[in-house]
């Protein structure tokens, strides 16, 4: 590296720095649970920020699936899908997430990061338009961004600003619909039948990512479609394996069996990155096995938010309202989310403190996001200790 490069790069992290806003990277020195070892604090530390919703990243049925998938298929593919990549586990854990999805077929990519943004630019060209929620996450906005397709945006979950929106690309050749199903620094819902049904009037297509819903939201965690009773009715399904179900690594796109094979043949992440390996396949394909065996989990898993949510208010915290497993608490500046959030790691819980850019100036916030496999007197800790902080803060 040049010395004028490195310079340059070092004066801006100094700045960063200088205004309280570096990012720490804490380091887990054990198996993902609500409480873990950390090299920076000695003794148990109390997780409140893992998207390990279902508890399942140390199950011993997810564990024990990925050692047998690396007896059997190695420790990876060591090719991309079309060349000698493709194996049976793939065939596997792509059928039950058509089924979890509610859809024909899926196919696996190495993150939804990569599925998104292999996604969108494949089947939206120059002459077609993508209407996208202003809130979308980063990999739906850079998927927008790497295709040609005319983009519009449309504010935040606000119905008549879409069909304005969607009135502009009358005429397209295709017009996808692009939203998150919960939004994942707010913690609230896509309003989906609104959209389905502004979808059916434009001759629009949905593409919905419901990474922070798969597993979290509906009676049986098939995601926010079953959440609002429209399952079915949802074109195109992008998720994570990375949270809920195990919370890996790897992503998939679930649509129809036309959708899939023409991203087989065209998506740029499927043709040029090796394939999801066997063992996250396979660790993903256990989950979702104990995801449809156990669905209490999902039930346990709103009972525990709500009891934080509810508990938090009490003590004067002024949590987002939602209906999803993620509860944010605004605190304004991003050095003082981060303050707050080593204030709490001192006192044994990690939670961490979100701000620019991740979120816009002025909307800094810690974000719980609850576990279901959290214990009443995990949480009754938490509260305790929110109050605590909370005061040392003159937050309440």
Known sequence: MSAALDQSLGADLEAMRAKGTLKSFRHITGPMDTQVTMAEKSGPVLVLSSNNYLGLSDHPEVIAAGKQALDEFGAGTASVRFICGTFSIHDEIERKLARLSHTEAALTYVSCWAANTGLIPSVAGEQDALVSDELNHASLIDGCRGSKAKRLVYKHADIADLESKLAQVKGARRIFIVTDGVFSMEGDLAPLPEIVQIAKQHNAAIILDDSHATGVMGK?????????????????????????????????????????????????????????????????????????????????????????????????????????????????????????????????????????????????????????????????????????????????
């Open 220 to 396: 049986h965690g098939r995601g926010t479609a079953e959440h609002f009773g429209v399952e079915g009715q949802i074109d195109i399904i992008t998720g994570t394996l990375g949270k809920a179900l195990g919370g890996a690594a790897g992503g998939y796109v679930a649509g129809s069996k036309a959708l899939i094979e023409f991203l087989s043949q065209v998506s740029r992440p499927q043709l040029f990155s090796n394939a999801l390996p066997a063992t996250i396949a396979a660790s993903a394909g256990k989950a979702i096995d104990i995801l449809e065996r156990e669905p209490e989990r999902v039930a346990r898993l709103h009972e525990i938010t709500r009891k934080l949510r509810d508990g938090l208010k009490a003590l004067g915290f002024k949590p987002l309202e939602g209906d999803s497993a993620i509860v944010p608490i605004i605190v304004g500046d991003t050095a003082f989310a981060i303050r707050m959030s080593q204030m709490l790691l001192e006192e044994g819980i990690f939670i961490t403190g979100f701000g620019y850019p991740v979120v816009p100036e002025g909307t800094a916030r810690l974000r719980i996001q609850a576990c279901a496999a959290l214990s009443d007197e995990q949480i009754a800790f938490a509260l305790r200790t929110f109050e605590m902080v909370g005061r040392q803060a003159g937050v309440v």
